[in-house]
Nanobody, 124 residues
Framework: QVTLLESGGGLVPPGGSRILSCRLS????????VGWFRQAPGKEREFVAG????????LYTDSVKGRFTVYIAYARTAVNLQMTTLKPEDTGVYYC?????????????????WGQGTQVTVDS
């Protein structure tokens, strides 16, 4: 069974940086993309960033472009999200997810496997 384990969350001051990691296990079969999503209190889960497994093409939501970087790490056993210049509106639970088949990376409904999430709080 595919398992995804997020880590790296915590309390970060505004303007600070953080790296989240999504460890992937038992990733048998095809993988099209790995995405990062976040959910703030009282809001819907939203797409943040994603990377295609085969060619490492990246996609970002507008609000994080230039500040966040998604990349495949650790001999393709993890996908990290490097976050810089963090803002209070970046606060939320961050989830990683695996999508096995081609399609829009930003569509959360097409992701088959999800981690449990890691909390990021941006506050002074």
């Amino acid at each position: 069974q595919v398992t995804l384990l997020e880590s790296g969350g915590g309390l970060v001051p505004p303007g600070g940086s953080r790296i989240l990691s999504c460890r992937l296990s038992n990733l048998h079969g095809s993988v099209y993309a790995v995405g990062w999503f976040r959910q703030a209190p009282g809001k819907e889960r939203e797409f943040v960033a994603g990377i295609q497994w085969g060619n490492s093409n990246e996609l970002y939501t507008d609000s994080v472009k230039g500040r966040f970087t998604v990349y495949i790490a650790y001999a393709r056993t993890a996908v990290n999200l490097q976050m810089t210049t963090l803002k209070p509106e970046d606060t939320g639970v961050y989830y990683c997810a695996v999508r096995r088949y081609p399609g829009p990376m930003g569509s959360k409904d097409e992701y088959e496997h999800w981690g449990q999430g890691t909390q990021v709080t941006v506050d002074s």
